[in-house]
């Protein structure tokens, strides 16, 4: 995405190449003008305007998880885990790390299209999804934590190492998908619990915090991501910022 600097907004185009969709993203924005709503409108059309976006949806991001004033939805909401915890596998499951570039995570590209289309479901553009996979496989800094029992696979968290966060610029372990193929909830609970501390040890040895996400579906009746929000915060993670969506004209 590439960024403009108006003042002290930066703000950018953002595609979401999965759903075929486009946005103007208001990256960073001074806390005076994002807490008064005539001041937030006022540049949030000026950015719109910078991009010859005015008839595009407008994401905007917030530190913290604050609510803008206004008719704005919860986007995506990003964690970063406290510490780092010492969960150990449950007996009969290994973990190990695979590098996807390498061809040793096949599975976990299999799960991680089975998560894209449950999150995008019919909006998900397959060929689309298919080359995302490929692309972000074909990196070094991508990494896969395979969970096994009995040297089958049963799981997956899948990262990308030195993500910079698009602010700070400090670079981050962001969490890309976790899918556990299990039907007992108690050890399908454990094993993310196990993968999670895989991935934070591996994160906290490169010096970087370990970044996950929820995306949010507002045009359900009742969204139960806020929920997947509360169960990481009652583990150990807290809201590092959050993207909303504007519902209103600006």
Aim: charge should be negative.
């Amino acid at each position: 995405m590439a960024s403009v600097e108006t003042g002290e907004v930066v703000s950018g185009i953002f595609d979401d190449d999965l759903a075929g969709r486009r946005f103007v993203l208001v990256e960073r924005i001074p806390e005076d003008v994002v807490s008064d709503r005539e001041r937030l409108r006022t540049a949030v059309s000026e950015a719109r305007r910078e991009h010859s976006g005015e008839d595009l949806p407008v994401l905007l991001r917030r530190d913290n998880g604050a609510t803008p004033p206004g008719e704005w939805k919860p986007h995506t909401t990003y964690l970063v885990l406290d510490g780092t915890p010492g969960h150990e596998p449950p007996h009969g499951i290994t973990i190990g790390e695979r590098r996807p570039k390498g061809g040793g995570a096949d599975h976990a590209r299999g799960w991680l299209l089975q998560a894209l289309r449950a999150n995008y479901g019919d909006g998900l553009d397959p060929a689309a999804a298919s080359r995302w996979v490929d692309t972000l496989f074909a990196q070094d800094s991508t990494s896969s934590f395979i969970a096994f029992s009995r040297d089958e696979p049963v799981g997956h968290l899948t990262v990308e190492y030195g993500v910079p966060d698009a602010c700070s610029e400090r670079p981050t372990t962001e969490i890309v998908d976790v899918l556990i193929d299990l039907t007992d909830r108690t050890a399908k609970a454990a094993v993310e619990r196990a993968l999670v501390a895989a991935a934070a040890r591996a994160a906290a040895e490169r010096n970087e915090p370990i970044i996950g996400n929820v995306v949010h579906r507002p045009e359900a009746p009742e969204d139960p991501t806020h929920k997947i929000v509360s169960v990481l915060e009652s583990r150990g993670w807290s809201i590092a910022y959050r993207i909303w969506q504007s519902g209103e004209r600006q």
